[in-house]
Nanobody
Framework: VQLQASGGGLVQAGGSLRLSCAAS????????MGWYRQAPGKERESVAR????????YYDDSVKGRFTISRDYAKNTVYLQMNSLKPEDTAVYYC?????????????WGQGTLVTVSS
C-alpha cells in the first residue's frame, strides 16, 4: 500500500491550504483514513480522521472549526482543507490509513508534506 501526500507549502497566517492523500496498491478495503502532524521538537499528533463508509469524522480541538476532512471514494483519496491557518499549525503533515475509525491506529503512513505558516 502506498500513500502519496501532497499540497503542503508556505502560507501566511489566516490563509488556506488543501492537502491530498491518494492511496494505491493492494488495498482490499479502507476502514478509515486520517491526518497527523509533527511540529519541530514535538511528537506526532492526530489532527483529523474520517470513516470511509458512512458518516463519521473526528477533529482535534486545536483544528476544530478550521480544518475539514473529506474523501473521494472513486479516487481512494482523502483531503484536508485547512482554513484560518495559524503559525502553530506549522508542521509536517502525514496521512495514514487506519485500522479502524474507532481505534485510530495507523496501519500505513504516507511520506509527509510540509506546511509552513508565517506570521
Amino acid at each position: 500500500v502506498q500513500l502519496q501526500a501532497s499540497g503542503g507549502g508556505l502560507v501566511q497566517a489566516g490563509g488556506s491550504l488543501r492537502l491530498s492523500c491518494a492511496a494505491s496498491g493492494s488495498i482490499s478495503s479502507i476502514n478509515a483514513m486520517g491526518w497527523y502532524r509533527q511540529a519541530p521538537g514535538k511528537e506526532r499528533e492526530s489532527v483529523a480522521r474520517i470513516r470511509w463508509s458512512g458518516s463519521g469524522t473526528y477533529y482535534d480541538d486545536s483544528v476544530k472549526g478550521r480544518f475539514t476532512i473529506s474523501r473521494d471514494y472513486a479516487k481512494n483519496t482523502v483531503y484536508l482543507q485547512m482554513n484560518s491557518l495559524k503559525p502553530e499549525d506549522t508542521a509536517v503533515y502525514y496521512c495514514a490509513l487506519l485500522q479502524s475509525f474507532s481505534s485510530a491506529v495507523p496501519k500505513y503512513w504516507g511520506q509527509g508534506t510540509l506546511v509552513t505558516v508565517s506570521s
